[in-house]
């Protein structure tokens, strides 16, 4: 069965303050990555798709990486604004379009 | 434009009422899509319609009933609900059918609860 562990699972950062969030599945073949943003109450928004290892993709303050076994979000000098809960959720094969999330990591970025 | 959109943003029913979500999007997509969400939990997914075909069903409760008139729009109908059904329900939408690794794209939810 598909897992999809995300750690850590909060993380309080100062303004500025760079870190990075895992992602780490165990799935028999992945089709794609998905790293996902979710404010309190919202739906999900999209933020990068990943499909292979050593792919990486940029969005502002935010890269996504991606290996064999785990992905990473970077957040690079952070603002209050990019406080949210990250979700990343994998597709395998043979599933057809069904995502698998992983309980996310709740981030909060201070002044 | 990427907007899925979803009504009521709220919704409050009693166990033996019955009541329906909506979902809409004219981004011309072929997938459709309904998550479960409850408190600080991931989404789950409990149906998936393909060409308004349905095609996948999470093994959800009869309870709950989709419907999908048209490429545009889906429905949820719910009908004898449980307290324990209380949960954000989102829908999300993809451009192709489900056999893609297209990015899916949620709307803002609709927020239920149960009494």
């Given amino acids: 069965e598909d897992q999809v562990t995300q750690s850590p699972e909060a993380l309080r950062l100062q303004e500025g303050e760079s870190s990075s969030l895992n ?20 739906g999900p928004e999209f933020l990068f798709t990943l499909y292979s290892a050593g ?37 395998e094969t043979g599933t057809a379009s069904k995502l698998t999330f992983g309980t996310g990591t709740r981030l909060q970025v201070t002044l | 434009d990427t907007e899925v959109t979803q009504t009521p943003k709220h919704l409050v029913m009693g166990m033996t009422n019955k009541k329906s979500l909506k979902c809409e999007q004219h981004m011309g997509h072929r997938a459709m899509y309904w998550y479960k969400q409850k408190a600080k939990k991931p989404p789950e997914l409990m149906f998936v319609y393909s060409y308004e075909k349905l ?22 109908h719910l009908h004898a609900l449980q307290p324990e059904d209380s949960a954000l329900y989102l829908c999300a939408s993809s451009p192709r059918g489900q056999i893609t690794t297209d990015t899916q794209y949620f709307g803002p939810g609709t927020r239920l609860t149960v009494l």
């Fill in chain 1, 23 to 42: 992602c780490s599945y165990t799935v028999s073949g992945l089709r794609g990555l998905f790293w996902y943003r979710q404010d309190p109450g919202k």
């Fill in chain 1, 55 to 91: 792919e990486e993709k940029e969005k502002e303050r935010l890269k996504a990486t991606l290996t064999k076994k785990e992905s990473f979000l970077h957040i690079t000098a952070p603002k209050p604004e990019d406080s949210a809960t990250y979700l990343c959720a994998v597709q």
């Fill in chain 2, 55 to 76: 095609s996948i069903n999470e093994s959800v409760p009869s309870r709950f009933s989709p419907e999908c008139p048209n490429s545009s729009l889906l429905n949820l």
